[in-house]
């Protein structure tokens, strides 16, 4: 069982910059395919982006592209998502999650979420 952790959330200004981390316990944190979703007020959650183990990385939507930046340390078992350029409708509340190399899902884990929120 994987167990992760998001932190770094909170209220910025449009224009402002956050960088948010998720903590992954366990020992395969390499091998993973790591993503940020999110889920904003009143929709269903969506997929922002992933990286492979491979740091193969696939954003999605579109509005993110140049804005948003993924990376992970191996060393640290630590994802990262730096969000630059940050505006209203980023305001949500952002997962990370973790699929294993033979999964067949998806993705396998979940964290709890971290709240960001955008002021105008």
């Known amino acids: 069982q994987v167990q992760l952790v998001e932190s770094g959330g909170g209220l910025v200004q449009a224009g402002g910059s956050l960088r948010l981390s998720c903590a992954a316990s366990?020992?395969?944190?390499?091998?993973?395919?790591m993503g940020w979703f999110r889920q904003a007020p009143g929709k269903e959650r969506e997929f922002v982006v992933r990286?492979?183990?491979?740091?193969?990385?696939?954003y999605y939507p579109d509005s993110v592209k140049g804005r948003f930046t993924i990376s992970r340390d191996n060393t640290k078992n630590t994802l990262y998502l730096q969000m630059n350029s940050l505006k209203p409708e980023d305001t949500a509340i952002y997962y990370c999650?973790?699929?294993?190399?033979?999964?067949?899902?998806?993705?396998?884990?979940w964290g709890q979420g971290t709240q960001v929120t955008v002021s105008s």
């Open positions: 990286i492979t183990r491979f740091n193969e990385i696939t």
């Open positions: 999650a973790a699929r294993e190399a033979l999964s067949t899902r998806q993705f396998d884990y």
């Open positions: 366990g020992r395969s944190f390499s091998s993973y395919t």
